[in-house]
């Protein structure tokens, strides 16, 4: 049986290339000669743009195309700074989620989520067998797993199948801060 080749590391080689370069999209986007859309569909996972287009941006940041290409070499360790995390908003910004972990890391999502009073957000599922760990750091949460509601209240978790249909809530009045982990079944 073929082994699944691994995720070509594009996405995240040009999104450490660039801000090690100091540059925003839309910038490099300009100095490449591209739409600043087309740049930002080369940083997301899957990413599958033309030869043409991956030149153009190894050329506007003095890169070989291999350095956009090819996996870093190993390192020790992978620090994520703040300008390396998506950001995912819903309730006009009062539920906004983080993404902390690297979007390589093959099989594991790691959020930083902030809720503000009243807010109430669908969960986007997960793949079937993934488990998500939910770890309150203040205020209580409400989770409701497809019809049972839990509160998770500051310091305590809670893991459920992540396929299930899930809705964060802050029923309270002060302002919820959690982690949500994700894992992957692999």
Request: charged letters at 15%; proline letters at 10%; hydrophobic letters at 40%.
């Amino acid at each position: 049986m073929l082994e699944p080749m691994p995720p070509a590391p594009l996405a995240d080689n040009l999104r450490r290339l660039r801000t090690k370069a100091n540059l925003t999209q839309a910038e490099l986007a300009s100095s490449a000669g591209l739409p600043r859309a087309s740049l930002a569909a080369m940083e997301r996972p899957g990413a599958n743009p033309g030869v043409q287009g991956v030149l153009a941006v190894a050329q506007a940041l003095g890169v070989s195309i291999e350095d956009l290409l090819n996996p870093p070499p190993a390192a020790r360790h992978y620090l994520v700074t703040p300008a390396d995390q998506q950001e995912y908003r819903a309730e006009g910004g009062r539920f906004v989620a983080r993404l902390a972990s690297p979007i390589s890391a093959q099989g594991l999502a790691l959020h930083d989520v902030t809720m503000l009073p009243g807010c109430r957000s669908i969960g986007r599922p997960h793949p079937h067998g993934a488990q998500e760990f939910f770890y309150c750091l203040e205020g209580t949460c409400r989770i409701t797993i497809e019809d049972e509601a839990v509160d998770v209240p500051a310091g305590c978790l809670l893991q459920f199948p992540g396929h299930l249909k899930h809705i964060y809530g802050n029923p309270g009045t002060a302002t919820v801060r959690a982690v949500s982990c994700v894992a992957l079944r692999l």
